[in-house]
């Protein structure tokens, strides 16, 4: 057992362990503090084994996503295969293929315990993507990528053709180092712009066509109301009830989405609000663009804040029926938003820094910054300045996640450049955020305010 009162000369280091004793009887064990030697072992013996951990999680992560970009080539392998076989069949009845590929499927589908469909979908997406999307598919193989990043980039290429798919694959797939798929899936559908044969106008027609609502059942009684619709529409919609959720009467015991799921359930059930709190709640939609799309020079460039597209028509349709806009001027390169044209400083300077960041800017946040908040890189009641330079969009989580921790024993911060922030994680690894390109013009489009449910 360690004889504590043998030191008599605190703070001082134990056995050079990297634990000391200090003078309030306590053992420190860098920011932690234990009663006793024992404990401040067993803290490091923990720790070690906590990075161990860690670090046995992501080597398995990275080798089973090796492994499931294998079994897609395999897939795709048995695809070509079950063709091959057809194409070699003397009495070609016009069912070889069907044949084949029933074969295949079913027997597969047998031994794996799953629906014929299931794997034949499974089939035929590996086929398609090891055919189209071969610049991905290695990637993923050699580990550079994972699953999610493959769905990224598949569903951006959907809207394009066969023949451009190469051009696009090998521009969008640089994207990918340093993103999330969430952060990936606006950039890559961006960049598919470039590349589509048919209009973005077209697109959102032929899309807007497959509106639908239908319900999921779920579990002990519950299920989800599903509702497809222009991403215009259901932006607008889920702002609304947000903005409702902050003049709920007082006293309301409901969480944001319980209180939101009952309101929508309530306007759509007997047309009214329960407790008619939402008669003078206006939705906001922010839309951004280019101002040469105003001058017809450029299409198919308005999107909302997560990078969903809006089509043209709507787009101009909002630039003309609102009464301000707001102008932002970007970086020449990087095309980041530095500044802009403001009225009102305190609402002007929120709404720049939600449009200059876009999305919470903590690492691999996807969260859009319009329901974020927006916090003092260096603290205000710590000197930190009110200004573009120390201001950036946080999502609640990961700003509490910030300041609960602090910067001892937690993630630190710093701003390089206005809206550009370093994390430094609790074992010293650095990471870099910083925002999209943006357009220059943002159009807040604002419900009238007689609007009524």
């Known amino acids: 057992m360690f004889d504590s009162t043998r030191l008599d000369v605190p703070p001082s280091e ?29 803290y490091l013996l923990k720790t070690a084994q906590q990075q161990s951990t860690s670090r046995l999680i992501l080597e398995t992560d990275a080798a089973i996503e090796r492994l499931l970009a294998n079994r897609e080539l395999l897939r795709a392998q048995a695809a070509d295969l079950a063709a091959d076989c057809a194409k070699l069949h ?26 014929e469909s299931t794997v034949s979908n499974q089939l035929g997406t590996a086929q398609q993507r090891c055919t189209e999307l071969p610049l991905t598919m290695q990637a993923w193989q050699d580990g550079r990528i994972h699953q999610g990043h493959v769905i990224a980039i598949e569903r951006a290429a959907s809207t ?46 032929d899309a807007f066509k497959e509106r639908a609502v239908w319900v ?77 799309m105003l001058t017809a ?32 001027f970007t970086h020449p390169v990087t095309g980041v938003a530095i500044t802009a044209d403001t009225y009102a400083p305190t609402t002007a300077l929120r709404r720049f820094i939600v449009h200059r960041d876009r999305t919470c800017r903590f690492p691999g946040c996807a969260r859009i910054a319009k329901h974020a908040d927006v916090d003092h890189t260096n603290d205000w009641q710590h000197g930190g300045k009110t200004t573009p330079d120390n201001l950036a969009c946080l999502c609640r989580h990961h700003h509490t996640l910030k300041h609960r921790l602090g910067a001892d024993d937690g993630w630190r911060v710093r701003q390089l450049d206005p809206g550009v922030l370093e994390w430094v994680d609790p074992h010293g690894r650095i990471r870099r955020t910083e925002p999209e390109p943006a357009p220059t013009a943002v159009i807040i489009r604002e419900h009238p305010e007689q609007a009524r449910w």
């Open 14 to 42: 134990v056995l050079s362990t990297g634990i000391f004793f200090d003078e309030r009887g306590h053992f420190d064990v860098g920011p932690v503090g234990v009663a006793s030697y024992e404990d401040a072992q067993l």
């Open 90 to 115: 003397v009495r070609d009845d016009g069912q070889a293929f069907e044949n084949e590929w029933q074969h295949l499927t079913s027997v597969l589908a047998v031994d794996a315990h799953r629906a």
């Open 160 to 205: 394009i053709t066969e023949e451009s798919r190469g051009e696009f694959e090998a521009e969008a797939l640089p994207k990918a180092d340093g993103r999330t798929p969430q952060q990936l899936a606006p950039v890559a559908r961006r960049i598919a712009r470039k590349y589509e044969s048919v209009s973005m106008q077209k697109n959102h027609a």
């Open 216 to 292: 999921t059942p779920a579990e002990h009684g519950m299920a989800t109301l599903n509702i497809t619709t222009s991403a215009v529409l259901a932006d607008a919609v889920v702002d609304r009830l947000r903005r409702a959720y902050k003049n709920r009467p007082e006293g309301d015991p409901r969480g944001l989405h319980q209180f939101m799921s009952d309101t929508a359930l309530a306007v759509l059930l007997t047309g009214t609000c329960d407790s008619g709190w939402l008669d003078n709640i206006r939705a906001e939609v922010v839309v951004t663009m280019p101002a040469t």
């Open 297 to 328: 020079e450029e299409t198919g460039r308005a999107e909302l804040p997560a990078g969903q597209l809006v089509d043209d028509d709507t787009a101009l349709l909002l630039a003309g029926s609102v009464n301000s806009w707001t102008r932002l």
